[in-house]
């Protein structure tokens, strides 16, 4: 099992900037995929960035150049560096983790998502 746990959001003015984190625990060592989600009121959940292993990076085209995502194995945690944000770019931010799926030592594939921190921005 891994526990995922978000933090970061909150209030901030368009043009401005914000990070999250997502603090992963129990069987880490098992994660091979962690990404953002948000999803806005009224639309669907949408995927804004990911972290492959090896350090493979992909973003939503509404937040490249803005957005950075990156991983601090050592303390199991993903951030998300949000600048330049857009009254657009408020959601609620989701962290996800996907374990590889190796039996053999004990990882079996299975997804956990967070349970999310809100990202409002004012214009």
């Known amino acids: 099992q891994v526990r995922l746990v978000e933090s970061g959001g909150g209030l901030v003015q368009a043009g401005g900037s914000l990070r999250l984190s997502c603090a992963a625990s129990?069987?880490?060592?098992?994660?091979?995929?962690m990404d953002w989600y948000r999803q806005a009121p009224g639309k669907e959940r949408e995927l804004v960035a990911g972290?492959?292993?090896?350090?493979?990076?992909n973003y939503g085209d509404s937040v490249k150049g803005r957005f950075t995502i990156s991983r601090d194995n050592a303390k199991n945690t993903l951030y998300l560096q949000m600048n330049s944000v857009k009254p657009e770019d408020t959601a609620v931010y989701y962290c996800?983790?996907?374990?590889?799926?190796?039996?053999?030592?004990?990882?079996?594939?299975?997804?956990?998502w967070g349970k999310g921190t809100l990202v409002t921005v004012s214009s």
């Open positions: 996800y983790a996907m374990e590889r799926n190796t039996p053999t030592v004990g990882c079996y594939g299975v997804d956990y």
């Open positions: 129990g069987l880490t060592r098992c994660i091979s995929t």
């Open positions: 972290l492959r292993s090896g350090s493979s990076t």
